[in-house]
């Protein structure tokens, strides 16, 4: 596509439920990231997509935190078992070349734990 | 470990002013730095990439400078208008890394 899409936009959900959030990038582009943005604060790395590499996990904070690439385009990433601090914005990128080229985000999801 | 600092935190000019932000960054050896633009509730939209080779690098009414040998990067923004108004973030990827590592951000506020 022209840009990279998130869906949904905005998800409200309650506590202890399991959330997917989706991310489809550029076409074309081998590089994916996840980032999360909590209010007020700064962007947080999650996890990194490339190719056929096996992704790096380094950034998610627990073990309920998941996330796949299927064919190497379409990203799902998983919360199980949420919790109110997991409430923040999911914003995708995805690059041709790693940070060579620069990132190209989407518009992010809005995460609500209630 | 890179850190990456934004002064101001927040910033309000009134419109037609020029404005410069800053960014520095702690670790000097940086494949490319990039500005983004957040407005709210939205994702980010890329602005300005430098690539570690480059001084400086122009889109219209945006400037941006890198220098590499102190940590800093400076987005210069001419005649500013309340279109302007959103926060503006600049990101690294630390040495041999290929994720971006983002400052805090400035918040502007252009008055009409």
């Known amino acids: 596509g022209a840009g990279v899409s998130q869906s949904p936009s905005n998800k409200v959900t309650e506590k202890g439920k399991d959330v997917e959030l989706r991310c489809d990038p550029i076409?074309?582009?081998?590089?994916l990231y996840w980032y999360r943005q909590s209010l007020g604060q700064g962007l947080e790395f999650l996890i990194y997509f490339q190719g056929n590499s096996a992704p790096d996990k380094s950034g998610l904070p627990s073990d309920r935190f998941s996330a796949e690439r299927t064919g190497g385009s379409v990203s799902t990433l998983t919360i199980q078992r949420t919790q109110q601090e997991d409430s923040a914005v999911y914003l995708c990128?995805?690059?041709?070349?790693?940070?060579?080229?620069?990132?190209?985000f989407g518009s992010g999801t809005r995460l609500t734990v209630v | 470990k890179q850190e990456v600092t934004q002064i101001p935190a927040a910033l309000s000019v009134p419109e037609g002013e020029n404005l410069v932000l800053n960014c520095s960054f702690t670790?000097?050896?940086?494949?490319?730095l990039q500005w983004f633009r957040q407005d709210p509730g939205k994702g980010l939209t890329s602005l300005l990439l430098?690539?570690?080779?480059?001084r400086e690098q122009t889109s219209g009414r945006l400037n941006a400078s890198l220098d590499k040998s102190s940590g800093r990067s400076t987005l210069y923004i001419a005649a500013s208008q309340p279109g302007d108004s959103a926060t503006y973030l600049c990101a690294v990827p630390p040495s041999g890394t290929y994720k971006y590592i983002f400052g805090t951000g400035t918040r502007l506020k252009v008055l009409a």
């Open positions: 670790d000097s050896a940086i494949y490319n």
């Open positions: 990128a995805s690059s041709s070349s790693g940070t060579a080229y620069g990132y190209t």
């Open positions: 076409s074309g582009h081998t590089a």
């Open positions: 430098i690539q570690s080779s480059q």
